[in-house]
Nanobody
Framework: QVQLVESGGGLVQAGNSLRLSCAAS????????MSWFRQAPGKEREFVAA????????YYADSVKGRFTISVDRAKETMYLQSNSPTPEDTAVYFC????????????????????WGQGTQVTVSS
């Protein structure tokens, strides 16, 4: 089993820096891909970004490409999501997720691909 705990959410002003963390514990050596999803009020949960646990390949949704950066610190077993220019449209509950099997362009964005989820952290971006 893998346990995931997000942190770093809260209220941030548009244009100010935002960094979320996701600490992984348990059988982390079996993780293939870690991802961030988000769910805005009244909307479905959507894929934000992904990173492979061993080789650090990164993938982004078009909506955040160029604005968000996903990274991993394997020594700390922690994944990060950073934005230097968030907008009010980025307001959502952010979830981290871990996939234990290989992911591909056809399934990386699907919730069902992921085996473990964190509890989520609220991010509110004010204008």
């Amino acid at each position: 089993q893998v346990q995931l705990v997000e942190s770093g959410g809260g209220l941030v002003q548009a244009g100010n820096s935002l960094r979320l963390s996701c600490a992984a514990s348990g059988r982390t050596f079996n993780i293939h891909t870690m991802s961030w999803f988000r769910q805005a009020p009244g909307k479905e949960r959507e894929f934000v970004a992904a990173i492979t646990w061993s080789l650090y390949y990164t993938y982004y949704a078009d909506s955040v490409k160029g604005r968000f950066t996903i990274s991993v610190d394997r020594a700390k077993e922690t994944m990060y999501l950073q934005s230097n220019s968030p907008t009010p449209e980025d307001t959502a509950v952010y979830f981290c997720a871990a996939a234990m099997r290989p992911t591909y362009p056809t399934n990386r964005w699907r919730e069902a691909t992921y085996d473990h989820w964190g509890q989520g952290t609220q991010v509110t971006v004010s204008s």
